[in-house]
């Protein structure tokens, strides 16, 4: 049996960016993450050890987004590597990170990166 986990616009302000005042004021950006993995055990046996602890998700996606980055890219490949190592049972993990107000013309959403992998 395959079920996801996901975790959906985690709201985090951090310092990511090429330009110098991107690293000072920083900017708003959200997060999501998709985990795919076998939780079957999990689905019989009502245990967290059964399953992937998607607060401890949370955590790593805190962590890295503290780690000023010139590039969201960069970011993403760390969240996900880190999810990785931390749950190697993971089948597929996919990150999606947003800069809402990116310093650009134009009025727009946000600008994305999305990473995925497949084990």
């Given at each position: 049996?395959?079920t996801?986990?996901q ?5 985090i ?5 090429v330009?110098k005042?991107e ?28 399953t ?6 949370n955590a790593?996606i805190h ?10 890219e960069?970011v993403g490949?760390r969240?996900l590597?880190?999810?990785k190592?931390?749950?190697p049972?993971?089948?597929r993990i996919k ?9 650009m013309?134009?009025e ?8 995925e992998?497949?084990f």
């Amino acid at each position: 049996m395959i079920t996801k986990i996901q975790l959906e616009d985690i709201k985090i302000h951090a310092c990511h960016g090429v330009l110098k005042e991107e690293n000072i004021i920083g900017a708003e950006y959200l997060i999501c993450v998709e985990v795919t993995a076998d939780f079957s055990e999990a689905i019989e046996s009502d245990e967290l050890k059964d399953t992937i602890n998607y607060a401890e998700i949370n955590a790593i996606i805190h962590q890295e987004m503290k780690i000023p980055s010139r590039l969201i890219e960069h970011v993403g490949g760390r969240i996900l590597r880190k999810i990785k190592k931390e749950f190697p049972h993971a089948k597929r993990i996919k990150v999606k990170i947003t800069k809402k107000s990116p310093p650009m013309k134009g009025e727009m959403k946000g600008a994305s990166i999305e990473i995925e992998e497949t084990f």
